[in-house]
């Protein structure tokens, strides 16, 4: 079903739909990508705050027992980006 909503969202300028859509399919550096070209990306502070929980998120992801090889990636590429 989430694929089916996000092909409808896909097109759309609504942003801040589109970032959450993205998260929701762990494609976070496209939700990155998505949030600079929002109005978000004029607030520094929002973005910032953004990118701490997602790396927050992801590393717990990436270093608890269950941690997957594909968890460490995405933790690694994500991190690779933003800093």
Wanted: aromatic fraction near 12%.
């Amino acid at each position: 079903m989430t694929e089916d909503i996000f092909k409808f969202v896909e097109k759309t300028t609504f942003n801040k739909v589109k970032t959450e859509m993205l998260e929701k399919k762990e494609m976070f550096i496209e939700s990155l990508r998505t949030l600079l070209q929002s109005s978000h990306a004029s607030n520094g502070d929002y973005l910032m705050q953004w990118i701490e929980e997602k790396l927050r998120f992801l590393h717990e992801k990436a270093s608890g027992p269950d941690a997957s090889v594909y968890n460490k990636n995405t933790y690694e590429s994500f991190k690779r980006e933003v800093t």
